[in-house]
Every structure is written in C-alpha cells, then in structure tokens.
C-alpha cells in the first residue's frame, strides 16, 4: 500500500507540469472551437499546412443548418503575434471578405475584424472548447 502511494505521488510530480505545459501552449494559438455571439455559430479553426483555416461546426438557429460544413476562411497565414490575416466567407451568404484579420486576445477571446469600403466591424469571439 505504502508502495503505491509513493508511486502515485512520483507519476503526479512528474506528469503534472507536462499537462500544464501542454495546456500553455495552447494557449498561444486559436486552434478549436469559437462561438460568434451575433448568431450563436460555432466554427472550428486549425492548422491546415501552417496556416489558419476555419469550418462552420454547429448552429443555434434551425435556418442555418445548411452552413454547417462550410468552410469560412482557408489557408489564412500567420502575420504578427497571435494575429492571422486571409480571405473570410460569410457562410450564409457566400460573400468574402478580403483581409480579415484574426487575433487571438486570450485563451478565450478571439476578435475577428474585417472592412467592406473602408468601414469596418469586430467581432470578440468566445473560444468553446
């Protein structure tokens, strides 16, 4: 008994900074799923060959249950700190938006800021999970 309490004790020292480690570098990223709060939709950004790519994974509204799916912004490249700037795609519509910038503000806030003839709009997204 002694003996596995002593064991158990040497495996948490040990695997306890490695699991906060992992979650630290995580957080420097904006890989997972965000919540857009104007319509509840939920989008799934990763890494795709280096760069930021994003997916529509979930909607709150029935109506829109067609975007899940569609891809929203693809091969989006790294252009500062936890900031990526590409090509975004209203999955309702089909319109895009050039030059959307993507910047990761926390580990749970993501702003996505874009401009259509020179007015411009941001967005603080909440990172899901």
Do not use: H
């Not at 989008?43 to 529509?56: A, I, P, S, T």
């Amino acid at each position: 008994m002694r003996r596995s309490i002593k064991s158990l004790l040497i495996t948490s020292l040990v695997f306890t900074p490695l699991i906060a480690l992992a979650g630290a570098a995580n957080a420097g990223d904006p890989y997972g799923i965000w919540q857009r709060p104007s319509t509840g939709t939920q989008v799934r950004f990763y890494d795709c060959g280096g760069k930021l790519c994003g997916k529509v994974v979930a909607v709150r509204e029935a109506a829109r249950k067609k975007e899940i799916g569609v891809m929203i912004m693809t091969d989006a490249p790294k252009t500062g700190d936890k900031k990526w700037q590409g090509d975004m795609r209203d999955a309702g519509t089909g319109t895009v938006y050039s030059d959307v910038v993507v910047t990761l503000q926390s580990a749970g806030s993501l702003k996505v800021r874009g401009c259509v003839m020179m007015i411009c709009r941001a967005e603080m997204w909440t990172r899901v999970k």
